[in-house]
């Protein structure tokens, strides 16, 4: 996959995008599409960044993301264009019951209006002040809010611990007493802007078009989509760290790097925050500083096979999240195999376990015989496992998720005045505007939409 050899000076490129992830790749991607001279830089020895699929003996896993959902018109096209389209996989019909751990066991959480009402997995008290949310003032001055205090202002404790908060934790691995409401979930919080409630807002958008909103993956496993995206962009260099970015009097970038000094007009960090920081310190005299201070969950994620009969529940859904404030310390498990066909042999299922998180930074510090213990312990009082999975794979994301928490807007300020300081460099990838891989897809599509009309 590799461009040029050795220590090879760049002949000097229109884009370089630094950072192979699904964020660089979408961009590259485009660009090289569109005709632009573009290269794209990578460090590690494959592409991906967090999409890391583990295939092995009839088992499929994935390490990183597990499901995408098409809930934006840039996906579905990126998988066509990009060759995948016939392996697309739609999440089964199940995977829309998702469970919830209370008291002890799991409960299918509701889906609709009057399966809410109905529930019994929230108090009478918890939907009358859902009823009543409508009436809910929304604040007069403009004091950036926590997601936790968002809800428990709107919609009271209840449904902060029993709904937004394993929501949140399923997205951010987050903590919603530090994420902020207005960048971590600007969608909610554009209801309460725009509709003054979030039921009145959730109703108006019912009447609008409706995105597909598929569960989707790719039968050969998610990271065939960055496989096919970089087999069409004609340069992509892997193990090619970039080491430093500078920009001349003459408005040329010169990036140091594993692979020798390239040089081109444009560049595009596609890269985790803390690189950004580094990449920049000396051409914005430190200022690009600020990036190492961004937070980070850590995630640990156990991918486990058992034999079907092994397994009591039904799995008849997407997975299970575990709220904080029950006795589970996993933040959850999803059932692949109910979801997409190939991610088990026969007569056996594949469940994925995440632990960690904001709040649990620890976990994903433990050797993997402790996260395996921990792990198949809680999966047997939650879904009736027996004895040890006859297929294992732990993975640790030290850095798995940005936070967007209170004072995120500090870093996209940041980010623009850096890029308005040096023309030409865009700040790109999951550290501004969504952390979901469709949120990647669009923000990546319409970047290189801007950077090609501007060409
Ligand atoms: C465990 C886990 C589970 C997730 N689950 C889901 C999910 O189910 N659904 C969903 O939509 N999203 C999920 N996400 C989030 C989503 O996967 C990521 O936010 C998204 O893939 C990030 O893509 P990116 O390209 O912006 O960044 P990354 O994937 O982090 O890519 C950045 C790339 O930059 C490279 N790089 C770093 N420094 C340099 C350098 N100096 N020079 C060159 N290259 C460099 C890195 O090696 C990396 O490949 C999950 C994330 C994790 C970690």
């Given at each position: 996959m590799g461009a040029g050899g050795e220590g090879q000076q760049g002949a000097g490129v229109d884009a370089l995008v630094v950072g192979g992830g699904i964020s660089g790749l979408t961009t590259a991607w485009h660009l090289a599409k569109a005709g632009v001279d573009v290269e794209l830089l990578e460090a590690a020895p494959r592409v991906g960044g967090s999409i890391v699929t583990h295939a092995e003996d009839g088992w499929l896993f994935e390490l990183g993301p597990n499901t995408v959902l098409e809930n934006n018109p840039y996906v579905g096209p990126l998988i066509e264009e990009a060759g995948l389209g016939p392996d697309k996989l739609v999440g089964a019909a199940a995977g829309k019951r998702r469970y919830l751990w209370k008291r002890g066991r799991l409960q299918p959480l509701p889906s609709g209006p009057i399966s809410f009402l109905r529930t019994r997995l929230f108090s009478g008290e918890a939907k009358a002040r859902v009823v009543r949310e409508p009436f809910v003032r929304a604040p007069l001055d403009d004091r950036e809010e926590s997601v936790a205090e968002f809800v428990r202002r709107r919609l009271g404790r209840e449904m902060l611990d029993y709904a937004v908060g394993p929501f949140v934790s399923g997205v951010y691995a987050g903590d919603p007493e530090r994420l902020s409401v207005r960048w971590a979930t600007a969608k909610i919080h554009a209801l309460e802007k725009n509709h003054g409630s979030l039921v009145k807002g959730a109703f108006a958008k019912k009447k609008g078009p409706a995105p597909s909103g598929h569960m989707i993956s790719i039968r050969q496993g998610l990271d065939a989509l960055p496989a096919r995206l970089a087999a069409g962009i004609p340069s992509v260099r892997t193990g090619a760290a970039c080491r430093r970015v500078l920009r001349g009097d003459d408005g040329v970038f010169r990036l140091d790097t594993d692979d020798g000094t390239l040089t081109a007009r444009r560049v595009v960090l596609a890269v985790p925050a803390d690189a950004v920081a580094r990449l920049l310190d000396e051409a914005t005299n430190g200022d690009a500083r600020l990036f190492d201070e961004m937070p980070y969950a850590p995630i640990v994620l156990a991918a486990l096979g058992f034999r079907r009969e092994d397994v009591a529940h039904p799995l008849d859904g997407f997975g299970f999240l575990a709220p904080r404030c029950e006795s589970l310390r996993i933040l959850g498990c999803l059932f692949p195999s109910s979801l997409f066909p190939g991610r088990a042999p026969p007569g056996h299922v594949a469940l994925t376990a995440f632990a960690g998180g904001r709040t649990d930074?620890?976990?994903?510090?433990?050797d993997d015989e402790r996260v395996l213990h921990l792990v198949t312990s809680e999966l047997s009082r939650a879904l009736g496992t027996r004895g040890r999975p006859v297929a294992q794979h732990v993975r640790r994301w030290p850095r798995a998720i940005p936070q967007y928490e209170i004072g995120h807007g500090l870093f996209v300020e940041r980010a623009r005045a850096l890029e308005a300081r040096l023309p030409g460099l865009s700040v790109a990838g999951n550290v501004l505007g969504g952390v979901s891989v469709p949120d990647c897809i669009r923000n990546a599509t319409l970047l290189a939409e801007r950077l090609r009309t501007e060409t």
């Amino acid at each position: 996959m590799g461009a040029g050899g050795e220590g090879q000076q760049g002949a000097g490129v229109d884009a370089l995008v630094v950072g192979g992830g699904i964020s660089g790749l979408t961009t590259a991607w485009h660009l090289a599409k569109a005709g632009v001279d573009v290269e794209l830089l990578e460090a590690a020895p494959r592409v991906g960044g967090s999409i890391v699929t583990h295939a092995e003996d009839g088992w499929l896993f994935e390490l990183g993301p597990n499901t995408v959902l098409e809930n934006n018109p840039y996906v579905g096209p990126l998988i066509e264009e990009a060759g995948l389209g016939p392996d697309k996989l739609v999440g089964a019909a199940a995977g829309k019951r998702r469970y919830l751990w209370k008291r002890g066991r799991l409960q299918p959480l509701p889906s609709g209006p009057i399966s809410f009402l109905r529930t019994r997995l929230f108090s009478g008290e918890a939907k009358a002040r859902v009823v009543r949310e409508p009436f809910v003032r929304a604040p007069l001055d403009d004091r950036e809010e926590s997601v936790a205090e968002f809800v428990r202002r709107r919609l009271g404790r209840e449904m902060l611990d029993y709904a937004v908060g394993p929501f949140v934790s399923g997205v951010y691995a987050g903590d919603p007493e530090r994420l902020s409401v207005r960048w971590a979930t600007a969608k909610i919080h554009a209801l309460e802007k725009n509709h003054g409630s979030l039921v009145k807002g959730a109703f108006a958008k019912k009447k609008g078009p409706a995105p597909s909103g598929h569960m989707i993956s790719i039968r050969q496993g998610l990271d065939a989509l960055p496989a096919r995206l970089a087999a069409g962009i004609p340069s992509v260099r892997t193990g090619a760290a970039c080491r430093r970015v500078l920009r001349g009097d003459d408005g040329v970038f010169r990036l140091d790097t594993d692979d020798g000094t390239l040089t081109a007009r444009r560049v595009v960090l596609a890269v985790p925050a803390d690189a950004v920081a580094r990449l920049l310190d000396e051409a914005t005299n430190g200022d690009a500083r600020l990036f190492d201070e961004m937070p980070y969950a850590p995630i640990v994620l156990a991918a486990l096979g058992f034999r079907r009969e092994d397994v009591a529940h039904p799995l008849d859904g997407f997975g299970f999240l575990a709220p904080r404030c029950e006795s589970l310390r996993i933040l959850g498990c999803l059932f692949p195999s109910s979801l997409f066909p190939g991610r088990a042999p026969p007569g056996h299922v594949a469940l994925t376990a995440f632990a960690g998180g904001r709040t649990d930074p620890e976990i994903a510090t433990w050797d993997d015989e402790r996260v395996l213990h921990l792990v198949t312990s809680e999966l047997s009082r939650a879904l009736g496992t027996r004895g040890r999975p006859v297929a294992q794979h732990v993975r640790r994301w030290p850095r798995a998720i940005p936070q967007y928490e209170i004072g995120h807007g500090l870093f996209v300020e940041r980010a623009r005045a850096l890029e308005a300081r040096l023309p030409g460099l865009s700040v790109a990838g999951n550290v501004l505007g969504g952390v979901s891989v469709p949120d990647c897809i669009r923000n990546a599509t319409l970047l290189a939409e801007r950077l090609r009309t501007e060409t």
